[in-house]
């Protein structure tokens, strides 16, 4: 058998096995669908309260989606800027550390007090998404060659050619694995907000979803609206590394498979 | 353009001290005529690579003088590595020194295509460097550097890492190009016999510091091929030039 075949079949292999112990685990111990549902309840849920998860599934993902713009946007314009002035590096890059090594969930809270809750959760989304971000993209522009950089430097390229021509484009692959982990850092970023948000009671989100379906014991609709937000993870997760693709197929190493 | 045997820069007592206390040139005297094809020799270490970052201006000299009798002309500058940008073409690497002169599309689209024919790539302008042999990444590194007709073309040992079959190759069409265009070549190598094939003069570098031993000229007439690799005339040099550079071994303080 090739081996696509069998990187398709074999995950599928292992979930239905997942799925059937699932399954035989609740029918051997009779365990009632409000301690675990059973695989078919999660699905029939998921299609009974589908336009409400639909809904809340759209709140989110818009929200991680202005999250991860903004950290795209944030990330690569201050990498820019401090590859271009080092004293600006010196004095922020430590505040961007901090700010990544700061468990966003306890960040959350206090967030919420200061902004409205759409800002708050944004601004959560942001803060853990930016980070990779930035540290890609510089680690990226300080590692062009220095062959080609002493090259521009003979044909006298002004500071913006080398930046644009010269730097960009070696720093690219680099930016995209940080934007790609970005992707799934801001859906963490937007759920995790939006699960401090819940317990002020205000918000409709698949994160929020989860927390009122906890408080009222809806233990299947709990299942539906995490299978929901696993599956958007994935989606976004398979975008970016389908757009990374596209851009590096031509040239670089990791976009072109091994010739044996 | 200045005539034919006029000195284009002269280097005198220059010396290079690196921020770690490495002395790289110290006292060194070299002089480059138009038209000629001049080889500096000697081991790794020696500075001869410095001296070429030198000339080029991408280094500063801690000490003498780098001069310029008729002004700073063109420069192309081949290194030991391809050093060509991995997500463009050959045609946009060979473009670039145009391109950031700002040079218009469609001369600059001739001078291109010009030049990879001179190198014998017109068929791959559209390949990427990553699709290239070894030979064929120096090719279009070669083309690249001719693109701007540079009054000098400095070469920093490009064709060490290539096997012997194509460097032989690369020499005989790098010397063909010279003849034909008759530009000014510092070849800086570590082989005695590819410096003896290609140049009018070698100049022999001792190690550490690096200082010129001695001048030799390799007077035999171009155009230089096969057969004169295989000449008893060229043996005679290959010798001259070894003993003279096992000399200057020993005259450096060298291990």
Not at chain 2, 58 to 64: F, I
Not at chain 2, 86 to 108: C, E, F, I, K, R
Not at chain 2, 144 to 159: G, K, S
Not at chain 2, 185 to 198: A, D, G, M, N, W
Request: hydrophobic share 50%.
């Amino acid at each position: 058998m090739s081996e696509r075949i069998l990187r398709i079949a074999l995950p599928i292999l292992v979930l239905a096995i997942g799925l059937l112990i699932w399954y035989l685990v609740i029918q051997i111990f009779a365990i009632p669908p409000f301690v675990l549902p059973s695989p078919g309840i999660v699905l029939a849920t998921l299609i009974a309260d589908g336009s409400l998860l639909w809904n809340s599934l759209l709140v989110t993902l818009g929200i991680t989606f202005e999250g991860f713009l903004l950290a795209a946007v944030g990330g690569i314009g201050f990498a820019i800027l401090f590859n271009q002035l080092r004293l600006v590096e010196y004095s922020l890059y430590p505040y961007a550390v901090i700010l990544q090594v700061t468990p966003i969930v306890a960040v959350a809270p206090l967030l919420l007090i200061y902004l409205p809750q759409h800002l708050a959760v944004l601004a959560c989304a942001w803060i853990v998404a930016f980070f990779p971000v930035l540290a890609n993209t510089t680690l990226g522009l300080n590692s062009v060659d220095h062959n080609l950089l002493s090259l521009f430097e003979l044909y006298k390229a002004s500071r913006w050619q080398v930046l644009w021509n010269l730097k960009l484009p070696s720093a690219l692959p680099q930016m995209l694995a940080g934007l790609r982990i970005a992707g799934g850092l801001s859906l963490i970023g937007a759920v995790v907000a939006e699960i401090a948000a819940g317990s002020a009671g205000a918000g409709s989100g698949l994160a929020y979803r989860i927390a009122e379906s906890g408080y009222r014991l809806n233990i299947p609709r709990m299942f539906a609206a995490l299978l929901l937000l696993s599956l958007a993870g994935v989606a976004i997760f398979f975008t970016l590394s389908a757009i990374s693709h596209l851009l590096l197929r031509r040239w670089h190493e990791s976009a072109i498979a091994r010739e044996r | 353009m200045s005539t034919p045997g006029q000195t284009i820069v002269s280097l005198r007592h220059v010396g290079k001290t690196f921020d770690r206390g490495t002395v790289a040139l110290d006292g060194f005297d070299f002089e480059v005529r138009n038209g000629e094809f001049v080889s500096l020799l000697g081991p790794s270490g020696c500075g001869k690579s410095t001296a070429l970052r030198i000339i080029a201006g991408l280094s500063a000299a801690s000490a003498g003088a780098v001069e310029w009798p008729n002004g700073m002309g063109r420069i192309g500058f081949v290194f030991q590595e391809p050093t060509l940008m991995p997500w463009a073409n050959v045609a946009a690497n060979v473009q670039l020194p145009l391109t950031l002169a700002g040079a218009d599309m469609t001369s600059s689209h001739m001078r291109v295509t010009q030049s990879l024919e001179r190198v014998g790539l017109a068929n791959f302008a559209e390949a990427f460097p990553r699709e290239l042999s070894g030979g064929m990444k120096m090719r279009t590194s070669i083309a690249r550097a001719l693109v701007t007709e540079p009054q000098l073309l400095l070469m920093d040992e490009p064709f060490a890492a290539l096997d012997e079959i194509t460097r032989f190759k690369l020499n005989n069409d790098l010397l063909a190009v010279w003849r034909e265009l008759r530009r000014t070549v510092v070849f800086v190598t570590h082989s005695v016999f590819e410096s003896v094939y290609l140049s009018q003069r070698i100049v022999v570098m001792t190690p550490r510091p690096g200082r010129v031993f001695k001048e030799l000229a390799i007077d035999a007439p171009y155009p230089r091929d096969e057969r004169f690799r295989t000449s008893p005339e060229y043996a005679g040099f290959c010798r001259q030039v070894a003993e003279t550079l096992g000399k200057a071994m020993a005259a450096g303080d060298a291990p």
